[in-house]
């Protein structure tokens, strides 16, 4: 046996697997027809949901307040 045998890595040639079937439309009827409520509690939470910011560290949802006309927002 050559020293570099014992490094080497040959793949089996095996493979048993299977791939699930993607729609391609992700977008369900339900969500492209959701409008914005009016109330900030409401929207904040469905955006919180539908993008599952607790989990998805691609979006970041910040909260802050504004003053405008001595008056927080």
Do not use: C, W
Request: charged share 30%.
């Amino acid at each position: 046996m050559n020293f570099k045998d014992i490094f080497k890595y040959t793949p089996s040639r095996d493979y048993s697997f299977t791939l699930k079937a993607v729609n391609s439309n992700n977008v369900t009827e339900h969500d492209s027809e959701k409008k914005i409520s009016g109330s900030y509690d409401l929207d904040l939470k469905y955006m919180k949901n539908k993008y599952s910011s607790l989990i998805n560290s691609d979006i970041q949802i910040r909260e802050f307040l504004l003053t405008a006309r001595d008056t927080r927002i």
